[in-house]
């Protein structure tokens, strides 16, 4: 028999878990709702595609889209590479006490607050690219990126060491009994059997790289124009987000930065999604 | 009882004190209105307004620690819509509002100083002086390197204010006729920010209130005429404008007594001691 | 694959290994450079003394005290708000969940946890504005605000290692208990949670940690610049990251500079803290339970 009592705690475990499923639902509804007008108007798409220039009445996202395109890839460009080459070590080169040293200095590196990474950034890395590349100021998406990439590849070096060393260990062993050297059964065994898990360590990669606020506001310029080479300013969805909020919030001009909000949630969605897809196919065997 | 000596210590001390007190108790006059009041005063808005409002706020608050005053930036734009939607009790503007801004809200204005806008160089840069036209094209995009007006040959890294700015309302406005402000430049979001960022950058080019000015940066000869507080007193700066506090309808209680200090001796002193020019 | 094929494989393992230590390195060691003259009591408490300022007779005004203060109160509230709800949803998909239902929450959860902060922060200051306007002309963004975006966005870290320590729970453990009769609630009260203690808390060290360096979420939800020790749940207050933040585009003087390093120093020591601490935690919890049993 269970009390009253008890069926009451059960159904709240329940109503906590339906909250915090509401909870992400309401984040987009509530972005719907609020960016209304723009589809009323049927702005939404033309929004996505014209600059920002509120003098002119102009309050389109399409920098800011462009923005976020280049520091995240670029920073991706960066990250990846530095990702796989530590988590070749930390899995395969260096398994013994030196690749564990590393791997608790890279979690500890996941504790490193965002807002210090850029800090340091603008006072360090902002005067080494403004003297070596005197075209700008030093604030632009080769700094932000640079910095963004070294805040992303923790998350991805956990996540490719983890598959990496997922791999069944008969098929290592079968590498290791035909005499293969380390990084043979790396390239070989290793990389092709897990290459889902690699995907899924780049997107979620380039997921914190999207959206990530702060590295973008302090370290990339602002500026609102489409930018034309890696040494240009730039403004991001999320920095945007945050500039104009501070400024206003009932005019079409603040609603406009629904529209990069709902692009954003969607984009978190579609690499989430695809994560998901990864993990549930089922497992072939290699030939 | 206690000793000869440190009764004779405490009795000089005691009189110490109490002309101490008397001294600090006629200069804080302004302040006395303050005290017994209890409550919270949120102001936000303008950045060239921060350094005044914090050192009233500092007087006020350590003269009676029951009042609270929460100070935040944000730019003109930002302190008319949060004092407009009751978000905050005072928002402070660096430019005058519009007609249909006081329509809407309501709000009624209160100018305790007078401040300019002045373009601002790398202490390094040897261009130190500029014609108005070259300025409009600098921040236009169609100058775009210092050589082209007698400096080194680098590019110009032009800086702005974002869209809130009332900095930026009054330079595009008095300095630049309302022309445009190229799409590239970078945007800092108050006037210490656009300070440092000029001053971090040889190749920079920025405008900033007048009383933020320091020895960090260095003004530029606006077609002849200094950006200083004395050009702008006598009006030979034509960048001016003044530092107002708004108030949705008219303000009451601990809000009142907080804008009448700002223009009591005390408060005009304060906004002097802050590089701008008193009203009183 | 050749010699000079697996030579530079090596090599290029080897690089990025370096260049991440040093990296990392340098950010330490010019914070700790740059900073470590600047602490003192000095830049945590201004002009006022300090014992003054802790008893909470005088306020601080030139002091990080203020925002230390601010980040504290700001994590405890927001983890007191995440953790009943954050628990409660890890057990029922842990213990009562199934198939497609758990397959949903779970979904809904990542999805959470993927959502960028900003948006988080965007949707905490819509949620006061509609407040506002529609329930009490009281409410601002303020430090419950700013608390309850905060438990928004770690709630799927809550619920996620909250799931995984019950889940990793071996079955027979799980077992036992019913077979002698006890109730689900009561399996799950005395004999599971405690078993996922360290699992839990663990979860609950990374949540606060998240809270105090989070700066996207607060600063669209009730952070100011100045602001002293909030009054009230519905007060703004100052806070560590945004301290850092608006410091660095901002200072003066080079004194506030030192102010600026000497937050970073501060808020990068309490994460490594939390973090020793978490590990810390999870090690000794295990090796007491084994000597319960």
């Known amino acids: 028999m269970i009390s009253r009592f008890e069926h009451l705690i059960e159904k709240s475990f329940l109503a906590a878990a339906l909250w915090s499923m509401a909870l992400t639902i309401l984040i987009f509804v509530f972005m719907l709702i609020l960016g209304l007008p723009l589809f009323r108007e049927g702005r939404f798409f033309s929004l996505l595609f014209t600059p920002w220039i509120p003098g002119e009445e102009q309050f389109g996202i399409y920098p800011m889209i462009m923005g976020t395109a280049a520091i995240s890839v670029l920073s991706l460009c960066f990250g990846a590479p530095l990702a796989i080459g530590v988590s070749v070590f930390i899995s395969v080169l260096q398994p013994g006490r030196l690749g564990r040293w590393l791997k608790k200095v890279v979690v500890l590196m996941t504790g490193v607050p965002t807002v210090v990474y850029a800090f340091v950034g603008i006072f360090l890395l902002v005067p080494l690219v403004q003297s070596f590349f005197t075209a700008g100021s030093g604030m632009n998406i080769l700094t932000a990126s640079l910095v963004l990439a070294l805040l992303i590849a923790p998350t991805m070096i956990l996540i490719f060491s983890g598959s990496f060393e997922n791999v069944p260990i008969s098929y290592c062993n079968a590498a290791d009994a035909l005499g293969s050297s380390a990084v043979q059964k790396f390239v070989y065994v290793i990389l092709p059997y897990s290459w889902r898990g690699i995907i899924t360590g780049l997107i979620l990669g380039a997921a914190r790289a999207v959206g990530d606020t702060l590295v973008a506001l302090m370290l990339a310029g602002n500026a609102v124009a489409v930018p034309g080479s890696v040494f240009d300013s730039a403004r991001t969805l999320t920095a945007h987000i945050a500039l104009v909020t501070a400024a206003d919030f009932d005019s079409i001009e603040f609603r406009t930065i629904f529209a990069g909000g709902i692009l954003l949630y969607l984009i978190t969605l579609i690499m989430v999604l695809t994560v998901r897809f990864l993990s549930s196919l089922k497992k072939e065997a290699s030939p | 009882m206690l000793p000869k000596k440190f009764r004779l210590l405490l009795f000089v001390q005691f009189i110490a004190l109490t002309l101490l007190l008397t001294v600090v108790n006629v200069n804080a006059q302004a302040l006395d209105v303050f005290k017994g009041e209890k409550g919270e005063i949120m102001i936000s808005g303008g950045t060239a307004h921060i350094p005044v409002m914090k050192d009233a706020a500092r007087n006020i608050m350590s003269i009676n620690p029951n009042i609270r005053i929460s100070i935040a930036g944000g730019g003109s734009g930002v302190g008319i819509k949060q004092v407009g939607e009751g978000l905050v009790n005072i928002g402070n503007t660096g430019r005058t509002p519009t007609n249909e801004e006081v329509a809407k809200y309501g709000l009624k204005m209160f100018k305790w100083a007078i401040d300019g806008v002045g373009v601002i160089v790398h202490k390094k840069n040897p261009v130190k002086s500029l014609k108005k036209i070259d300025l409009i094209k600098i921040y236009s995009g169609e100058i775009v390197n210092w050589k082209q007006l007698g400096g080194p040959n680098r590019p110009i890294n032009v800086y702005t204010r974002d869209e809130a700015s009332g900095t930026r309302e009054v330079f595009w406005e008095k300095g630049l006729g309302k022309k445009t402000i190229t799409l590239k430049a970078n945007v800092v979001v108050s006037n210490g920010a656009m300070k440092s960022a000029v001053a971090n950058d040889p190749n920079g080019i920025g405008y900033v209130s007048v009383g933020h000015m320091d020895d960090s940066i260095s003004p530029v000869t606006l077609d002849g005429v200094n950006p200083t507080i004395k050009t702008v007193k006598d009006g030979s700066y034509k960048i001016s404008r003044g530092l107002y506090s708004n108030t949705k309808g008219d303000p009451t209680g601990l809000t009142k007594k907080f804008i009448d200090y700002l223009f009591s001796p005390e408060g005009q002193k304060i906004v002097v001691e802050n590089g701008f020019i008193a009203v009183k | ?293």
């Not at chain 3, 740059?34 to 601080?60: P, S």
């Not at chain 3, 729970?169 to 799950?188: C, F, H, K, V, Y």
């Not at chain 3, 519905?234 to 301290?243: C, M």
């Open chain 3, 1 to 293: 694959m050749n010699r000079l094929g697996e030579i530079s494989v090596t090599f290029f393992s080897w690089l990025c290994a370096l260049s991440l230590v040093a990296a990392l390195g340098t950010v330490f060691v010019f914070l700790l450079f740059k900073g470590l003259g600047g602490m003192n009591l000095q830049t945590i408490f201004g002009d006022t003394n300090a014992w003054d300022a802790l008893t909470l007779r005088k306020a601080v005004f030139n002091g990080l005290f203020p925002a230390i203060v601010g980040t504290i109160l700001l994590v405890i509230i927001s983890v007191v708000m995440a953790l009943p709800v954050g628990l409660a949803a890890g057990i029922y998909l842990a213990e009562y969940g199934t198939g497609r239902a758990k397959n949903i929450f779970s979904l809904s959860c990542d999805i959470l946890a993927g959502v960028p902060s900003i948006l988080v922060g965007l949707f905490g200051f819509s949620l006061s504005i509609f407040l506002h306007k529609y329930i009490s002309q009281n409410i601002y963004p303020c430090l419950l605000i700013s608390a309850a975006s905060l438990s928004f966005l770690v709630l799927p870290y809550l619920i996620r290692t909250t799931q995984i320590a019950l889940e990793q729970i071996p079955s027979e453990d799980r077992l036992t208990a019913l077979a002698l009769g006890a109730g689900r609630l009561q399996n799950i009260f005395y004999v599971l949670i405690p078993r996922a203690l360290s699992g839990i808390v663990s979860g609950v060290i990374l949540s606060i940690g998240r809270c105090a360096e989070d700066t996207a979420v607060i600063m669209l939800t009730g952070v100011v610049a100045m602001a002293g020790l909030p009054q009230s749940l519905l007060a703004k207050y100052e806070a560590l990251p945004f301290f850092i933040y608006y410091i660095s585009s901002q200072y003066t003087d080079m004194q506030e500079l030192q102010m600026g390093y000497a937050a970073a120093i501060i808020l990068v020591g309490i994460c490594a803290v939390l973090f020793v601490a978490a590990f810390f935690i999870k090690n000794r919890l295990v090796e007491r339970m084994l000597f319960r049993i």
